[in-house]
């Protein structure tokens, strides 16, 4: 068994979507072992801080919320994509209709985007005739490396018909060691009652 | 695939070691689909929420910190060890000479223990010499169905004879449904820097 971490370092410094400081993680150290039995904290974190995954209820007000959504969206055969080649734009159905993708897949989208302390808002991104195309594959969950999956399309068409079918989106994968081919994916959220997302640990497998 | 489970939900009514209120999580909704594009949340909890994983730097101030283990504890191979005859004490070597337990494995003890919204102060824990006994197992982690795997040892024996040896644990299991037997166990932390522990989404596979 080989194990791929491909998760964002949860840190105060770290890049959040579009730069806003009130997105920003606080780590409170609530008991050290020089002051009391042991060393405790407390996280303070957005739904959406660094690796996390989206549930329908993110855009949808009857979707799904990230605690009744089936553990199965969360883990399972994967393929990762290579999309490097693009920069600036979003994807288009053009751009995937080679892929070798298989129904319940968990697809994985490699871009050339990079993780920098302020945020790129020219990410590569998932057009709406790509997120269309991948439902029409009828594909299990989607991720990315990049904060959000979309930018730039303001009825947010990328969202709404991926999570409209139940496809959960996962959002600030790092893939940057990762190459293309296929995986067994682990994302699970943390079961939040009422939530619209978590913050994961998604690793790649190899058994 | 069959895919169990084993995660409390997370609210600002659940059970918190020794009703603490300090130790309460907190959801903060921060937008909705009626006040703006999307439901948004943040979300206040301590490392040590439901179900959660300890890092060696919880109990010993040069313990690994929790984004520094290694991915592989936190998944693998799983035996489930049913001690719900015990009541009311401490699970010691004899109670678990006799099960089935390999190298490497993830030991995950199901007791008596059950969940309510006021902490039982006398829930079921490893005791000294269980935690001895399966250090010397050559076991990879341990789990439990409490919310701490240890009480009235006053140097902590069982948690430092544990994470000592980087033995990961794992605490506040939801068993009630699991049968004893062999799995597949995935419970990653969050990768939060110089975290002691992290709450988790837990689950047991069948592959």
């Keep these: 068994m080989k194990i791929f971490d491909i998760s964002m370092e949860i840190n105060e410094g770290m890049g959040v979507w579009k730069d806003k400081d009130d997105k920003r993680p606080k780590i409170e150290i609530t008991s050290t072992t020089r002051t009391g039995n042991a060393n405790e904290s407390r996280f303070h974190l ?12 993110h855009f949808l007000q009857n979707g799904k919320k990230i605690d009744k959504v089936s553990a199965e969206k969360f883990l399972g055969e994967c393929v990762v994509i290579d999309l490097t080649d693009i920069k600036n734009r979003g994807i288009e159905k053009v751009d995937l ?13 490699k871009t050339s985007n990079e993780y920098k302390k302020t945020f790129d808002f020219n990410f590569v991104y998932l057009a709406a005739s790509g997120a269309k195309f991948l439902a029409s594959k009828k594909i299990k969950s989607v991720g990315i490396n990049a904060l959000g999956i979309e930018r730039s399309q303001p009825s947010y068409d990328t969202h709404k018909s991926l999570l409209g079918k139940g496809i959960i989106i996962f959002e600030g994968l790092e893939l940057s060691k990762i190459k293309s081919g296929r995986y067994f994916f682990i994302g699970l959220p943390l079961k939040v009652k009422d939530g ?5 640990r998604a690793v790649l497998v190899k058994f």
């Design 46 to 57: 957005d739904a959406h801080t660094g690796t996390h995954v989206d549930a329908p209820f």
């Design 97 to 109: 209709i080679k892929a070798k993708i298989r129904k319940d897949d968990i697809v994985i989208l």
């Design 196 to 200: 619209d997302a978590s913050p994961i």
